[in-house]
């Protein structure tokens, strides 16, 4: 069934009725308000052409409802390029496969468009092997390297490289073009005044600043014809200092559209701006008011972004007018059937984004894009989830997101699964993980779960604890171990005195504490518990034996706790190793010389170790046993949720 022919078999709810309205971009009209935000994926191939992986990705988001699906970072030079393998269309050998891609994004029933992107400064040399070029030769902070300042002749060159690509993108199919001057690529270096340092027409004042964005939009109008649509992706506010205000986006958005542009798609900050800009710190749309603004002064339609996560969020924002059409990023790479959900009014089935940041984290690293909580992103031409041959009876023990995650998937195969859990809850350590500031939206998983496995009618056991014998009188063909992990007890002299204590039962309640803790461990757990017990007044030092902490988290989650964990005045002591605990204080070593740290509470945060004597006693009674998550190795819930996947399609 075709995208639009699944939106078009009832009516929306009336809580998401302004979502699914006709709109129109010039001339472009659009099934309903929702665009798939243009993101680097990192799914091409590394000559920039796109093969099956690449289309498998946004095929199955356009077969999920979005009315326009808008592909994201296409290099128009392939001279500089933003990561390896960025997609191009800078030469006519790139259009026959583009031809091929935007025919089955159209059969799906949704629109397509390309951004184009040009990294500026942010192109990597070791990628390029050439210097990178900017508007001023200012260092960034992104990539710690100094570009080359372009020169009146290079300007003007790659102007018409995007006049090119556009023109080919049309060519190509496609049903417009944006043009990204976010994020701190080369057009926003242009405009912002952090970055641009020249002394001719292209710096100094706005109307200079602006001119390459505007002398581009003017060339590719010539060459795709005036009702050619053409959008503009712009940070409201680069928050960078000295940089862009939203007073200077007014202007420049209104310059945009008395030259042409049918529609500017708000975003905010760059990827080098000392402040969250996607992470759980920012509230679900947070950054709203940046598009109402801009709506205020132009009349062209106004596209919102960042932190739309809800449905009926998004539908207040068309509803009150404060923008034109919402562009859904990465709650569309969690789940691709996001709008058709949202059409039925299936709000609690939409696997939610937990906004962990871990699809940057995959980009930054120079992979493909991987989600968190959807083993599939990125991964759709390879794993399917296909009705089983033969239905069988599956025991899953342990309802961490490993256990959920595998009972979800074995009975979306037609399995009948039965789901026990030893504790009166489901969601594991994964509950203790959403109690520390900010992480709240951790427990929406748990809830999606919870409402999939009751539909598909899942037998959930709570407060059953499962040995051998109890094993053998359940029914079952295979049984899945997800009974996680504990966590570790350092061997070092005084671990067990009484007023010691882990990060478990500290986030869990069952610990108490006195007002000066010392934490052991620097990970992300022992950050995150130093952040929830400074929360509540504490004096905290974190003690770490690396010479750096929170290296096992994803860097866009980690600089904003670090920063608020100095703001709140927490001490971190790194290259110190705590080798005793004598009364209230931990005896630590540093560069060899000891010191003695006060501490009315010491807590445990140095790692996890499996839980795995169920598994192996099973193992060993039983065919047919599979162990996932933690009990096999204490990993990321990412992996644990991976590999909980990859068991329960293959049985």
Request: hydrophobic letters at 40%; aromatic letters at 6%.
């Amino acid at each position: 069934m075709r995208g639009d022919e699944i939106l078009m078999s009832s009516r929306p709810p009336i809580e998401v009725q302004h979502l699914f309205k006709i709109g129109k971009i010039g001339e472009l009209e659009l099934k309903n308000r929702i665009i798939m935000a243009p993101m680097l994926i990192g799914l091409s191939e590394l000559d920039g052409t796109i093969g099956e992986r690449f289309t498998r990705f946004y095929v199955e988001r356009a077969e999920g409802g979005a009315a326009l699906i808008a592909v994201g970072g296409i290099c128009p030079d392939d001279r500089y390029r933003s990561h390896p393998g960025q997609p191009s269309l800078d030469g006519d050998k790139y259009i026959p496969g583009w031809k091929k891609f935007t025919n089955e994004i159209k059969e799906r029933g949704a629109k397509v468009t390309v951004q184009l992107l040009h990294p500026g400064r942010y192109a990597l040399s070791i990628i390029t092997g050439r210097q990178p070029v900017a508007p001023s030769p200012i260092p960034s902070k992104f990539t710690g390297e100094t570009p080359k300042e372009l020169t009146i002749e290079e300007i003007i060159e790659i102007e018409e490289k995007f006049a090119e690509a556009a023109k080919r993108a049309k060519l190509a199919g496609f049903d417009g073009v944006e043009l990204c001057a976010s994020a701190g690529y080369l057009f926003s270096q242009f405009l912002s005044p952090a970055t641009n340092k020249r002394s001719d027409k292209y710096g100094g004042p706005l109307e200079n600043r602006m001119r390459f964005l505007i002398e581009t939009v003017e060339k590719i109008k010539s060459v795709t014809g005036e009702k050619y649509p053409l959008i503009v992706r712009l940070s409201a506010e680069d928050y960078m200092p000295g940089g862009t205000t939203i007073e200077e986006t007014k202007i420049v958005a209104k310059s945009l559209e008395n030259v042409g542009v049918d529609a500017i798609n708000i975003t905010t900050g760059w990827h080098e701006s000392p402040r969250p800009l996607i992470t759980r710190e920012v509230p679900p749309g947070g950054f709203i008011h940046l598009a109402e603004a801009i709506k205020k002064v132009i009349s062209i339609p106004v596209i919102a972004s960042n932190r739309i996560k809800y449905p009926q969020l998004a539908n207040k924002v068309i509803k009150e007018g404060k923008a034109d059409f919402v562009a859904i990023g990465r709650p569309l790479i969690v789940d691709p059937l996001w709008p058709q959900k949202a059409y039925e009014g299936r709000y609690n089935e939409i696997r939610p984004c937990i906004a962990c940041g871990h699809c940057l984290e995959s980009l930054f690293s120079g992979n493909a894009i991987e989600c968190t909580v959807n083993p599939r992103a990125g991964k759709e031409s390879e794993y399917n989830v296909e009705r089983a041959e033969r239905s069988k009876n599956i025991l899953v023990i342990g309802g961490g997101p490993a256990g959920l995650e595998a009972a979800l998937t074995a009975s979306s195969r037609g399995h009948n699964v039965t789901l026990c859990e030893k504790t009166g809850d489901l969601g594991g350590q994964f509950r203790l993980a959403a109690i520390p500031p900010y992480k709240e939206e951790l427990t929406e998983l748990i809830k999606y779960y919870e409402t999939m496995l009751m539909k598909l009618n899942v037998k959930i056991k709570l407060n059953t604890e499962i040995t051998s014998d109890v094993a053998r009188k359940l029914a079952h063909d295979v049984i899945i171990v997800a009974t996680g992990s504990e966590p570790l007890i350092p061997n070092i002299p005084g671990v067990h005195q009484e007023n010691v204590t882990t990060a478990h039962d500290v986030l869990s309640g069952k610990a108490t504490y006195g007002n000066k803790i010392a934490i052991i461990g620097g990970g992300g757990v022992g950050l995150e518990t130093a952040d929830y017990l400074s929360e509540k007044g504490k004096d905290v030092i974190v003690i770490e034996m690396l010479g750096k902490v929170g290296l096992d988290m994803e860097r866009t989650t980690r600089w904003p706790l670090l920063k608020r964990l100095q703001a709140k005045n927490v001490k971190i002591l790194t290259n110190t190793k705590a080798v005793a605990i004598e009364g209230n204080y931990v005896v630590a070593k540093c560069n060899e010389h000891k010191k003695r740290i006060s501490a009315d509470t010491i807590v445990l945060a140095v790692g996890a170790v499996p839980k795995n004597e169920l598994y192996e006693k099973l193992k060993d009674d039983f065919k047919n046993v599979y162990a996932v998550g933690d009990c096999v190795k204490p990993q990321r819930v990412r992996q644990a949720i991976a590999a909980a996947f990859k068991t329960a399609i293959k049985i």
